[in-house]
T-cell receptor
Framework: AQSVTQPDIHITVSEGASLELRCNYS??????LFWYVQSPGQGLQLLLK????DTLVQGIKGFEAEFKRSQSSFNLRKPSVHWSDAAEYFC????????????WGAGTKLIIKP | SAVISQKPSRDICQRGTSLTIQCQVD?????MFWYRQQPGQSLTLIAT?????????ESGFVIDKFPISRPNLTFSTLTVSNMSPEDSSIYLC????????FGQGTRLTVV
């Protein structure tokens, strides 16, 4: 069965430090990969996406993610976090044969220390 | 991209009553998705709504509890029927192309 794993329920990072949020998926077919952010009381915003091509993708707000097929991973990174980055981050995966239905990770809550 | 208008944005309802949530998209889409997001949780897909056919429900969700209408390619409704406090949640409609776009959600509290 298809699944998406975000192993870290929450992560605490100091402001200005680098960030990496992990996402792994299962299923052999070519995936579509997404990261979304949800700030408290807000809707879901697309940070970045990967469909094909260059495996390092740039997104909004200074985020990037790298697709590693051999590891079935799509980890999200940011070189220097800001207090405004505190939010819940969701990884989502779709497949060509899934009619655009996405499988969602459990989410990682990012806490920023001043 | 797609712009999705969802209403109501929030409601407080008595147990045993029903609430209908409306979702309007600014473009024609084949499939619309309805999700539930319980506090502090990820998204759980309730059903997929195709225009012209009955919605497809995920395990644990049934049509009698969550009837869905999809009268045209830009509109859908989700009804939460015979509500109990356990139905308190955020309900989201979404379209995908393949990235998902969301309405702002409906925050439902059942008392």
């Amino acid at each position: 069965a298809q699944s998406v794993t975000q192993p870290d329920i929450h992560i605490t990072v100091s402001e200005g430090a680098s960030l990496e949020l992990r996402c792994n998926y299962s299923y052999g077919a070519t995936p579509y990969l997404f990261w979304y952010v949800q700030s408290p009381g807000q809707g879901l915003q697309l940070l970045l996406k990967y469909f094909s091509g260059d495996t390092l993708v740039q997104g909004i707000k200074g985020f990037e993610a790298e697709f590693k097929r051999s590891q079935s991973s799509f980890n999200l990174r940011k070189p220097s976090v800001h207090w405004s980055d505190a939010a819940e981050y969701f990884c989502a995966v779709g497949w060509e044969d899934s009619n655009y239905q996405l499988i969602w990770g459990a989410g990682t809550k990012l806490i920023i220390k001043p | 991209s797609a712009v999705i208008s969802q209403k109501p944005s929030r409601d407080i309802c008595q147990r045993g009553t029903s609430l209908t949530i409306q979702c309007q998209v600014d473009s024609q889409v084949t499939m619309m998705f309805w999700y539930r997001q319980q506090p502090g949780q990820s998204l759980t897909l309730i059903a997929t709504a195709n225009q012209g056919s009955e919605a497809t429900y995920e395990s644990g969700f049934v049509i009698d509890k969550f009837p869905i209408s999809r009268p045209n390619l830009t509109f859908s409704t989700l009804t939460v029927s015979n509500m109990s406090p356990e139905d308190s949640s955020i309900y989201l409609c979404s379209v995908a192309s393949p990235e998902a776009f969301f309405g702002q959600g409906t925050r439902l509290t059942v008392v």
